[in-house]
C-alpha cells in the first residue's frame, strides 16, 4: 500500500485502465542532442485558443529530465501498425529509436515516420500532480495525417475497427 492510498493502488490502475485511450510518443532530446522518446498514453487535448496539449510523465521516469531541461518535444500518434514502437518507446533502452524511421520536425525535434498526426510543442507549463508531472505544451505547428488509430485498452493494443 502506498502512502495516502486509501485502497489498492494496483484496483485503482485496473479502474484508469477502462479508459481506452490512444498512444503517443512524446519525442524530444537528451542532453547530448540525441533524439529520445517515451510511450505516453496519458496525452489530451487542452486548449484551442491558445493551442495546448498535455500529458503526464511518472515523476521517476528518465526522460523528465529531458523534458524539464528542455523548450519542448513533439507529441506523435500512433497508428494501428505501430504497436512495436509503442513498446519500444516503453522500455528503458540506450537507443529508444534504434531500428525506427523518423525525421527531424520543424522545431528539429524528432517525429517518428509513419505517425497518424504529430504536434511540435514548445513547454507551455509543469504542474505537479502527485506521483506524476502534468506537463502542457504550445502547439507551435502539426501535421494530421490518415488512417486507423493505435488504442490502448485494460494493458493491451488494439485498433479500432470502423
Ligand atoms: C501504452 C503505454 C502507455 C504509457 N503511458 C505513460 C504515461 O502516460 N506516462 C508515463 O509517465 N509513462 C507511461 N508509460 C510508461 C513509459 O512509457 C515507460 O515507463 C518508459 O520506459 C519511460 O521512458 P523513460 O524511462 O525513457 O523515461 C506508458 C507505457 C505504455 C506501454
Not at 519525442?27 to 489530451?44: A, E, I, M, N
Not at 513547454?123 to 507551435?140: Q, S
Not at 495525417?145 to 488504442?151: A, S, T
Request: aromatic share 12%.
Amino acid at each position: 500500500m502506498l502512502d495516502n492510498v486509501p485502497f489498492d493502488p494496483r484496483a485503482l490502475r485496473n479502474a484508469f485502465g477502462r479508459f481506452a485511450s490512444g498512444i503517443t510518443v512524446v519525442s524530444l532530446t537528451d542532453d547530448q542532442d540525441r533524439p529520445t522518446g517515451v510511450t505516453v498514453s496519458s496525452f489530451s487535448s487542452l486548449s484551442l485558443d491558445p493551442p495546448l496539449c498535455l500529458f503526464s510523465l511518472g515523476k521517476t521516469q528518465a526522460s523528465r529530465k529531458w523534458i524539464e531541461s528542455g523548450a519542448g518535444f513533439n507529441v506523435n500518434i500512433l497508428g494501428h501498425g505501430q504497436s512495436a514502437a509503442a513498446w519500444q518507446f516503453a522500455k528503458p533502452l540506450e537507443d529508444k529509436f534504434e531500428g525506427l524511421d523518423w525525421f527531424p520536425g520543424r522545431n528539429g525535434l524528432p517525429v517518428i515516420a509513419g505517425a497518424l498526426c504529430h504536434f511540435e510543442c514548445t513547454k507551455w507549463n509543469l504542474y505537479d500532480g502527485g506521483d506524476h508531472v502534468i506537463v502542457v505544451g504550445h502547439i507551435e505547428h502539426f501535421i494530421e495525417g490518415d488512417g486507423d488509430p493505435l488504442v490502448f485498452y485494460r494493458g493491451k493494443m488494439a485498433t479500432v475497427a470502423e
